[in-house]
């Protein structure tokens, strides 16, 4: 199968991954939080905050080094999962004797006893990760999805049983702890490979060598966007955190759902494209096909997010709506910073990709620290503006790795970026111009509605180039399924294929 077609498709699976998954947790999310009170959710997302740090410990990135081995070598895998079984083997008991007493002591004894039960997390992470590699490596992302969904919607059902019989934080615990080990068991079952006995010193130093500036990388990237979280938990307490952790899932859902696909599979697809100018090239045309498609799902859900978040969360999580339309208008600049990612890593210039990331910790740091000072929604804006400063350093070592000028990237970017402006401005005047009285779905169906129509008729006549060459890319992409949707928009445009 070619390269494209393994793409295509692959995508495609992610994207059933991430969407399915996604849309079961929200539900499962909205059902959970209007049982349990902002203090509880927020307790539990303090706890998560160094999970999620260890997680990436525990993978050490060697799913990567799996992908991008030329062969696929039993005693390397071997190597590597062993690796990974010592790693969170120390990370459990560094959390379970040290992490908790200190949280105990300094914030919550209750955020305590939650981060020392989580630290199983590490040891699953730790087992399913050369199998998670050896999926990908073999674009087996059809296996990866099933996981997802299993996992998603089992531990979701029992984490509402749970918080329904009022269970509070405990509810949250499980829900997490049952995902990672459905995930964990389904990743083994499908990668049907089991470790040998084997360790190689040779393959470890390998590892190490291509592991360490990924895992630096990896993790200084997730204490630039954790360290928000951590500010607001230790400032502004824990109910203040969990009106964050609201305000940003449907935000966070929707960018697994349009994201994740180009992510995971791109890196897979780039890695085998040998020289820099195809990487840049691809690179560049799934930018493009992402900002069309993605660009306008962020700015639309900044117009409705207050609406939304009364609607599905109710009254007690108002003050989060504001807060979710100032996350919503920061993750525009990620999908670029996600595609540039890729690239950086497929070219092997990992080293250029953890001075980005230590130059946004001071960034982050900074924003994060004086924003929250000022309150919450501010401390949102910041969150934001963040995801804009790093988009301008990867442009700079784009323009100084492959060639490609910021400018390049940024004309790409500015057909899509003006009609998601008045996109978003049109669905909020609509919103604004309905009698109070207006059932909120209503409002929302409306907002979207005019949204939808004000960006396809900008698109499809003010930039109607730019729109048709977007199909024409998408179609070398998307399943032939699709096909008679991009036929419809091209008679929108009043182009005949």
């Given at each position: 199968?070619?390269?494209?077609?393994?793409?295509?498709?692959?995508?495609?699976?992610?994207?059933?991954?991430?969407?399915?998954?996604?849309?079961?947790?929200?539900?499962?999310?909205?059902?959970?939080?209007?049982?349990?009170?902002?203090?509880?959710?927020?307790?539990?997302?303090?706890?998560?905050?160094?999970?999620?740090?260890?997680?990436?410990?525990?993978?050490?990135?060697?799913?990567?080094?799996?992908?991008?081995?030329?062969?696929?070598?039993?005693?390397?895998?071997?190597?590597?999962?062993?690796?990974?079984?010592?790693?969170?083997?120390?990370?459990?008991?560094?959390?379970?004797?040290?992490?908790?007493?200190?949280?105990?002591?300094?914030?919550?004894?209750?955020?305590?006893?939650?981060?020392?039960?989580?630290?199983?997390?590490?040891?699953?992470?730790?087992?399913?990760?050369?199998?998670?590699?050896?999926?990908?490596?073999?674009?087996?992302?059809?296996?990866?999805?099933?996981?997802?969904?299993?996992?998603?919607?089992?531990?979701?059902?029992?984490?509402?049983?749970?918080?329904?019989?009022?269970?509070?934080?405990?509810?949250?615990v499980w829900q997490q702890l049952i995902n990672q080990f459905l995930q964990m068991i389904i990743t083994v079952h499908y990668a049907h490979w089991l470790p040998k006995l084997t360790f190689s010193r040779e393959y470890s130093r390998h590892l190490i060598r291509f592991s360490a500036p990924i895992l630096g990388a990896q993790c200084l990237g997730n204490l630039s966007s954790k360290i928000y979280e951590f500010f607001v938990g230790v400032f502004l307490g824990p109910a203040a955190l969990g009106f964050m952790k609201v305000a940003g899932r449907a935000v966070y859902i929707l960018q697994d759902i349009v994201l994740q696909p180009f992510d995971k599979t791109l890196l897979s697809a780039l890695s085998r494209l040998e020289s820099p100018a195809a990487q840049a090239s691809a690179t560049l045309r799934v930018i493009?096909?992402?900002?069309?498609?993605?660009?306008?799902?962020?700015?639309?859900?900044?117009?409705?997010?207050?609406?939304?978040?009364?609607?599905?969360?109710?009254?007690?999580?108002?003050?989060?709506?504001?807060?979710?339309?100032?996350?919503?208008?920061?993750?525009?600049?990620?999908?670029?910073?996600?595609?540039?990612?890729?690239?950086?890593?497929?070219?092997?210039?990992?080293?250029?990709?953890?001075?980005?990331?230590?130059?946004?910790?001071?960034?982050?740091?900074?924003?994060?620290?004086?924003?929250?000072?000022?309150?919450?929604?501010?401390?949102?804006?910041?969150?934001s503006l963040r995801n804009y400063v790093a988009l301008a350093l990867y442009l700079v070592k784009l323009r100084k790795r492959y060639g490609v000028s910021p400018t390049t990237v940024l004309k790409s970017l500015i057909p899509t970026t003006i009609a998601c402006t008045a996109m978003t401005l049109a669905a909020a005047g609509a919103g604004y111009l309905l009698p109070e009285s207006t059932v909120l779905l209503v409002k929302i169906l409306v907002m979207v509605s005019v949204g939808v129509m004000t960006y396809l008729a900008i698109m499809l006549t003010v930039f109607r180039r730019e729109s048709l060459n977007a199909i024409e890319e998408m179609r070398d992409i998307l399943p032939k399924k699709l096909a008679p949707v991009l036929a419809v928009l091209e008679r929108l445009s009043g182009q005949r294929h």
């Amino acid at each position: 199968m070619s390269l494209k077609k393994n793409l295509g498709r692959s995508t495609i699976w992610m994207s059933i991954s991430a969407s399915g998954t996604s849309i079961v947790s929200f539900f499962i999310f909205i059902i959970i939080s209007r049982l349990l009170d902002p203090e509880q959710i927020g307790l539990v997302a303090f706890a998560l905050i160094f999970i999620e740090f260890g997680k990436l410990v525990a993978h050490a990135g060697m799913s990567r080094a799996i992908v991008q081995y030329p062969v696929w070598d039993d005693a390397f895998a071997a190597t590597a999962f062993y690796l990974n079984i010592g790693v969170g083997l120390a990370l459990c008991l560094l959390f379970v004797l040290v992490g908790g007493p200190l949280t105990s002591t300094y914030y919550d004894p209750l955020a305590a006893d939650v981060l020392q039960v989580l630290t199983a997390i590490f040891l699953m992470e730790a087992i399913k990760t050369v199998s998670e590699g050896k999926l990908q490596r073999e674009f087996s992302f059809k296996a990866i999805a099933i996981r997802t969904v299993v996992g998603s919607l089992v531990s979701g059902v029992v984490g509402v049983w749970l918080a329904y019989n009022d269970f509070g934080v405990w509810a949250l615990v499980w829900q997490q702890l049952i995902n990672q080990f459905l995930q964990m068991i389904i990743t083994v079952h499908y990668a049907h490979w089991l470790p040998k006995l084997t360790f190689s010193r040779e393959y470890s130093r390998h590892l190490i060598r291509f592991s360490a500036p990924i895992l630096g990388a990896q993790c200084l990237g997730n204490l630039s966007s954790k360290i928000y979280e951590f500010f607001v938990g230790v400032f502004l307490g824990p109910a203040a955190l969990g009106f964050m952790k609201v305000a940003g899932r449907a935000v966070y859902i929707l960018q697994d759902i349009v994201l994740q696909p180009f992510d995971k599979t791109l890196l897979s697809a780039l890695s085998r494209l040998e020289s820099p100018a195809a990487q840049a090239s691809a690179t560049l045309r799934v930018i493009r096909i992402s900002a069309f498609l993605t660009f306008p799902a962020f700015f639309g859900l900044a117009a409705v997010a207050p609406d939304f978040i009364l609607l599905a969360f109710g009254e007690k999580w108002e003050t989060a709506g504001i807060l979710m339309t100032a996350i919503s208008l920061g993750i525009p600049p990620m999908v670029v910073n996600t595609q540039l990612r890729s690239i950086m890593l497929a070219g092997s210039y990992v080293t250029t990709l953890l001075r980005i990331v230590m130059v946004m910790v001071v960034v982050n740091a900074a924003l994060g620290y004086i924003t929250v000072s000022f309150g919450l929604l501010m401390a949102a804006i910041g969150f934001s503006l963040r995801n804009y400063v790093a988009l301008a350093l990867y442009l700079v070592k784009l323009r100084k790795r492959y060639g490609v000028s910021p400018t390049t990237v940024l004309k790409s970017l500015i057909p899509t970026t003006i009609a998601c402006t008045a996109m978003t401005l049109a669905a909020a005047g609509a919103g604004y111009l309905l009698p109070e009285s207006t059932v909120l779905l209503v409002k929302i169906l409306v907002m979207v509605s005019v949204g939808v129509m004000t960006y396809l008729a900008i698109m499809l006549t003010v930039f109607r180039r730019e729109s048709l060459n977007a199909i024409e890319e998408m179609r070398d992409i998307l399943p032939k399924k699709l096909a008679p949707v991009l036929a419809v928009l091209e008679r929108l445009s009043g182009q005949r294929h």
